[in-house]
């Protein structure tokens, strides 16, 4: 009890056993397949993209032609959108009879992408494909970005609803589209296949896009489980995995691209995906294959060694799809493998004359998703009409990780105390079934003759088990002593912290799970509003919810879920959740999954109109906003120095 690692993988457990689980017939598939390709789209944060009427052109460039024996290749350049930049190399057969079937190649993390895999489009130009080499928006001579949050701190980007998976799906849907346009393709018969990154990406194109015929990820295959109990997701940048809004798995991916071909390559001495959860993908993408009498469309081959290409797995692959793109049986051993590197990096460049000025790739990250801008609110009617709409949002986006039921709260009295003119007591209570969480409870020692106020602090130190054990006290010194007062420690505080070395990784394994530490602490905080007033002589209509720094983000979300918080009381809250964090994970863990796709604290906190706002010392200019919309509506702000300070108005 009280592990975050045990419970992180307890609900990556969950997550995989229920993925393209429980369909017993082709018809119960096809009928739920509708709303997981939604949801898929916008785990990935492209729906939208998806959703245009009309795509943007292409503005394909040729920047030069290499021609050789056997092949022809173009350095050419695209815009997947407006100044989304992305580079690639077409290599086509020299003799062509007409209308090819072609390849689109995705590149793996290597440096010089162009260069490290330039063998593989060329022997499937050899082979009589047309075939598309495109680089990653991070390697392609541009400084995108996979690794936001695994080395720069940009764990914003889980509120943002932003992933370089998204990225580089959409950036794959607009190389179809430029190889669909070119006279030489067949645009009936395309294919898709890559490796690592590559691999994943081959996943995330040929799920979201049917016209890809035929699918063959490599080395880019895992579980959720896996990748948290073995600790393999703490080699993988961001690209490897959908921003996980409704807890899915690779393997409900892949049920997307039945009953399409799919040859899963695998190594079997890989050191980020172990092939037992290779294997378990594909065994459970297989069985969405059967209900379709498609069983041996969907293969795998897992081949001796690391993490890398194998003869065996590249000539598997050629032979796949030349069987299903060509009509052509060639055995694997009769194909034939790829050749030596001949053409060097000089050569293959595109960017020939400079990368262009206007280029956004490298900031892509900042608008790939369109975030929320400030409530248009008129009225108190406004006000009530879009919190509703924004709480559903969030209950279903950014905390669709709660547990459906409660469990009983099973609060225990530790150890009691008297000072002054009240009783102490430290209590416990249950927020989930695997998180015991601790507080310290403060009553007046009178006889009240009618139901007391309540406050309700959240503790705030996290990391720090030892520091400060007397925040709450220090908090409440002086404050209205007739009010029954409770400090809480959601999970990560005090008594459940846990060591700073992990933050980087618990922040990162969160999100994969679906939910964030900050999102957790939601749930714990509401959970602790439902504890007092469950208390006897609390009147439950007017409960004040404190909170300071980090903390004040979680308790604007939770009186915002609430719904019935009287006052909201904020310390130094931050000014956005639209900021990046340490580059090492430590610090202030606010983000919130696809939050900001929604609202930001300045206008989730205005939404919490008319409850009354208050705010300890200075606040961030950013909630100007917030505080303009109560003045307007006739609400009430007020600004002290300290708790002390504040003498609530008559309720």
Not at 153 to 172: C, D, M, N, V
Not at 476 to 498: E, K, M, Y
Not at 613 to 622: A, K, S
Request: one cysteine or more.
């Amino acid at each position: 009890m009280n592990n975050i690692r045990d419970h992180l993988c307890r609900v990556a457990a969950e997550i995989t056993e229920n993925s393209a689980a429980g369909f017993e017939s082709k018809a119960q598939w096809e009928k739920a397949r509708p709303v997981r390709f939604r949801q898929y789209l916008e785990m990935q944060g492209v729906e939208h993209l998806f959703a245009m009427q009309e795509r943007p052109p292409l503005n394909v460039t040729v920047t030069g032609v290499i021609e050789r024996d056997d092949v022809i290749i173009e350095k050419l350049h695209y815009e997947a959108l407006p100044k989304l930049y992305v580079t690639g190399n077409l290599y086509r057969p020299r003799k062509l009879q007409g209308p090819a079937p072609a390849v689109l190649y995705v590149c793996g993390h290597s440096q010089k992408q162009r260069v490290h895999y330039q063998a593989h489009p060329r022997r499937w130009a050899q082979l009589g494909f047309v075939t598309l080499l495109i680089e990653t928006i991070e390697r392609g001579g541009l400084a995108g970005d996979h690794h936001g949050e695994y080395t720069k701190g940009a764990f914003h980007w889980y509120s943002r609803g932003y992933t370089p998976a998204g990225t580089e799906l959409w950036t794959g849907v607009r190389a179809l589209d430029l190889l669909q346009a070119r006279e030489e393709v067949d645009g009936a018969r395309l294919g898709i296949t890559g490796i690592s990154g590559g691999g994943a990406v081959s996943w995330w194109v040929a799920a979201a896009d049917e016209r890809i015929k035929v699918s063959a990820p490599v080395c880019g295959t895992g579980t959720v489980r896996a990748h948290l109990k073995e600790r393999t997701w703490d080699g993988h940048c961001a690209c490897i995995m959908f921003l996980n809004t409704y807890r899915r798995d690779l393997a409900d991916c892949g049920a997307l691209i039945a009953p399409r071909p799919l040859m899963v390559a695998s190594a079997d001495r890989d050191g980020i995906f172990s092939i037992a959860s290779i294997r378990e993908t594909y065994e459970r993408v297989k069985r969405i294959y059967e209900l379709y009498g498609a069983g041996g469309a969907c293969q795998l081959v897992a081949t001796p060694g690391p993490h890398s290409y194998h003869e065996i797995s590249r000539t598997r692959i050629f032979s796949f799809f030349m069987k299903h793109l060509m009509d052509k049986d060639v055995p694997p051993e009769s194909v034939g493998d790829i050749g030596e590197l001949l053409e060097t990096e000089e050569t293959l460049n595109v960017w020939v004359n400079g990368i262009p000025a206007d280029e956004q790739t490298s900031t892509i990250d900042e608008t790939f998703v369109p975030l929320a801008e400030a409530p248009a609110v008129k009225s108190k009617k406004d006000v009530a009409t879009r919190r509703k709409a924004l709480v559903a949002a969030l209950r279903d986006k950014t905390f669709g990780h709660f547990p459906q039921t409660r469990c009983p709260l099973d609060m225990e009295t530790q150890i009691e105390w008297r000072g002054g003119e009240t009783t102490w007591a430290r209590i416990g209570f249950t927020s989930e079934p695997d998180w015991r969480l601790h507080g310290v409870l403060r009553r007046p020692d009178v006889t009240l003759d009618k139901p007391s106020p309540a406050l309700l602090f959240l503790w705030s130190f996290l990391l720090r088990p030892r520091e400060d054990r007397t925040e709450f006290g220090y908090f409440t010194d002086g404050f209205d002593n007739s009010r029954v007062c409770l400090g809480v420690q959601c999970r990560g505080i005090a008594d459940t912290s846990w060591h700073p070395s992990l933050q980087w990784h618990i922040r990162r394994s969160a999100a994969i799970t679906g939910r964030t530490i900050a999102s957790m602490q939601v749930y714990d905080a509401l959970r602790a509003l439902e504890l007092v007033r469950s208390l006897p002589n609390v009147d439950g209509k007017r409960v004040a919810l404190a909170a300071k720094g980090q903390m004040a983000a979680v308790a604007i979300y939770a009186a915002l879920l609430d719904g019935n918080v009287a006052t909201i009381i904020l310390e130094t809250p931050p000014a956005t959740q639209n900021a990046a964090s340490s580059p090492d994970g430590t610090g202030e863990a606010i983000e919130m999954l696809n939050c900001l796709r929604f609202t930001d604290l300045p206008f989730a906190a205005g939404l919490l109109f008319p409850a009354d706002l208050v705010f300890i010392g200075p606040r961030p200019e950013t909630y100007r906003w917030t505080e303009d919309l109560y003045r307007r509506l006739g609400g009430r702000v007020f600004h002290v120095n300290r708790l002390a300070e504040f003498v609530p108005p008559e309720e």
